[in-house]
Every structure is written in structure tokens, then in C-alpha cells.
């Protein structure tokens, strides 16, 4: 069964670079099969999706974000990451990794989440 | 790209059904198969409960179905147990090859 755990810092201050980890175990991020994702979560809100990179390396984001936003894959570690530069108060969110389905574009296994607060 | 619209609650007797509506355009939920629903308890992760508007994945209870008219999808859940009481999510594939999420409904079990 795949589980994936997100890491990274709790707390930022404003302009900083976002640097989250999401390390997968029980499937290989090569095999090809799925778009490896991730989604935020503001206190309280709802969801929004942040972008996925594929086993390939190819990547796709959100318009909203793609002039901050960088995802980068490690094979050998079987990680994914997230770079989201110059970040404001607005960016405070749960940030999940979720491993979607190539063939149904559902988002199948979530890791649990990481609480990030942007504050001065 | 707009989220989809949900109604912010709804609410249920244990045993009752109750409907949630997702509604979104020609561009999402009207035009693709791959509308998907998400049970998440306060604290916890999002759990997928249907996918392609109307499956289910293994483990889910026979009680969570899906369907999709036009622009908008559905989930049912029959039997109300108290368990089910959660937000509840739902997300569409798009025309320009991204995601988008529903703004959730709070399901209350009276």
C-alpha cells in the first residue's frame, strides 16, 4: 500500500522560498502509471490544486502559481518536492502530496498534510 | 479557473439519504468522465469515496454513490450513520489538463 509523508518547515516569513519534500514508499514514483501532486488547503477553506510532475520529469501547474512555483523529481530518493518562492501571508495552507491515477485523474492516497504558517 | 460550486451544508437524520450537487461547465465537470468525490474528517487527510462520477474503490461502503447531468455531479449517501458526518469535496479534471476542487460541504448527521 503507498503511503506518502510531506516535510518542510512550519514557519516562514514573508518573500522566503516554500521547500516542501513529499518522500513515497510502497510504489515507485518511475513507474509511470501516476501524476505525482501537490494540493493546499487554507485553514478552514477548500482545496486547491498546486501542480504534479510526472515519472518523465514533465510538470504542469496552476496558472495561478506557475510564475512562483517549481516541482522537481528525485527517482533515486523516490521524492518529489515543491519550491514556491516569494511567499505572502495568502500562502499559509496544509500543503498535501496526493499520488493520482494516470487513466481516472483521481486523487487516490494523500499524505497527511504539513501546517504552513507565513508570518513576520 | 473557478471552483466548482457546492452548497456549504447539508444535513440528514441517521437512515435518511441526502444529495450534494457539484456544479461546474462544459470545461470540467460537463465535459469529462473524471469527477471524483473526497470524505475528509476534521484533522485528517482527504479520502477518495467515488471516482469517475460514479465508482467506487475498494473499502468504500455501498451506501456513497455518484452520478453526473450535464454540468453538474451528485453524491448520495443512503443510510445516514453517524460516522458519515464530515466535509465533503469534489473535484473535476479540466480542458486545460488541470484540476479543480469544489469549495465543500459540511455534512451534519442530526
Known sequence: ?120 | QSALTQPASVSGSPGQSITISCTGTSSDVGGYKYVSWYQQHPGRAPKLMIFDVNNRPSGVSNRFSGSKSGNTASLTISGLQAEDESDYYCSSYTSSSTWVFGGGTKLTVL
Do not use: H
Not at chain 1, 521547500?19 to 514514483?29: E, Y
Not at chain 1, 518511475?30 to 501532486?37: E, I, L, T
Not at chain 1, 510526472?54 to 496558472?63: H, I, K
Not at chain 1, 517549481?70 to 500543503?95: C, E, G, H, M, P
Open chain 1, 1 to 120: 500500500q503507498v503511503q506518502l509523508q510531506e516535510s518542510g518547515p512550519g514557519l516562514m516569513k514573508p518573500s522566503q522560498t516554500l521547500s516542501l519534500t513529499c518522500t513515497v514508499s510502497g510504489d515507485s514514483i518511475s513507474s509511470g502509471s501516476y501524476y505525482w501532486n501537490w494540493i493546499r488547503q487554507t485553514p478552514g477553506k477548500g482545496l486547491e490544486w498546486i501542480g504534479y510532475i510526472y515519472s518523465s520529469g514533465g510538470t504542469y501547474y496552476n496558472p495561478s502559481l506557475r510564475s512562483r512555483l517549481s516541482i522537481s523529481v528525485d527517482t533515486s530518493k523516490n521524492q518529489f518536492s515543491l519550491d514556491l518562492r516569494s511567499v505572502t501571508a495568502a500562502d499559509t495552507a496544509f500543503y498535501y502530496c496526493a499520488r493520482a491515477s494516470y487513466w481516472s485523474k483521481n486523487f487516490d492516497s494523500w499524505g497527511q498534510g504539513t501546517l504552513v504558517t507565513v508570518s513576520s
